[in-house]
């Protein structure tokens, strides 16, 4: 008599390949915004190592010179409100780069490129509040220079003379630029009326 031997090959049903699909698809879906926050987390981070080497480089340059850097867009020649590209590179080397790019800002995108918005934003409040582009009281708030990042939020303008801060607490994409200035290593109240 010859007995059917029942024999798997060890191949998976459909329904064993459908289960592993779905617990794979779990998994990818709780770990990506956690991949995504940390990338968040970590250009925070950079902007605010950033900015802190550029608040020694033009404290260093201020204490040479008794003034701060220069603001400059390289698009509009040196004068207007400026970028960070102030020369403070030659020929004492208080920034080994003036042209830190911002992490929050889309490197590639050629209308960026065009304006040359790629880098952090930097002012010199001497030079720009007797022209009229800030309020008196930005003295007050920042001392002789400012310098800014987009933040999270990917925008300069958040109000009025993009005053918005970025605060973690409401959020990790909320609205606010990540400063610092002459007067203060972190901007946290600014005025918000004007």
Same mark, same amino acid.
């Given at each position: 008599m010859i007995h059917a031997i029942s024999c798997r090959k060890g191949a998976f049903t459909l329904i064993e390949l459908l289960i592993v699909v779905a617990i794979i698809g779990?998994?990818?879906?709780?770990?990506?915004?956690?991949?995504?926050?940390?990338?968040i987390r970590a250009k925070i981070s950079r902007? #605010?190592?950033?900015?802190? +080497?550029?608040? #020694? !480089?033009?404290?260093? =340059?201020?204490?040479? &010179?008794n003034e701060?850097? *220069?603001?400059? &867009?390289? !698009?509009?020649? @040196?004068? +207007?409100?400026? =970028?960070?590209?102030f020369n403070i590179t030659t020929p004492t080397a208080y920034? #080994?780069?003036?042209f830190? *790019?911002?992490?929050?800002v889309n490197q590639r995108d050629p209308d960026v490129i065009a304006k040359s918005e790629q880098f952090y934003t930097? #002012?010199?409040?001497?030079?720009?509040? *007797?022209?009229?582009?800030?309020?008196?009281?930005?003295?007050?708030? =920042?001392?002789?220079?400012?310098?800014?990042?987009?933040?999270?939020?990917? +925008?300069?303008? @958040?109000? *009025?003379y993009g005053v918005t801060v970025y605060d973690p607490s409401n959020g990790l994409v909320s609205a606010g630029n990540?400063?610092?200035?002459d007067k203060a290593p972190e901007i946290h109240n600014e005025p !918000? +009326?004007?």
């Open positions: 779990i998994l990818a879906a709780m770990a990506a915004p956690n991949f995504l926050n940390a990338q902007a #605010q190592s950033d900015l802190r +080497t550029i608040r #020694q !480089a033009a404290s260093l =340059y201020a204490a040479d &010179h701060p850097p *220069p603001s400059t &867009h390289p !698009a509009l020649g @040196d004068s +207007t409100i400026g =970028y960070l590209r920034l #080994q780069n003036g830190l *790019p911002d992490p929050f930097y #002012q010199n409040m001497i030079y720009n509040i *007797p022209r009229g582009s800030f309020p008196i009281r930005f003295f007050d708030v =920042y001392g002789n220079w400012r310098a800014c990042s987009y933040g999270p939020d990917r +925008t300069y303008f @958040d109000g *009025p990540i400063w610092t200035s !918000a +009326t004007f």
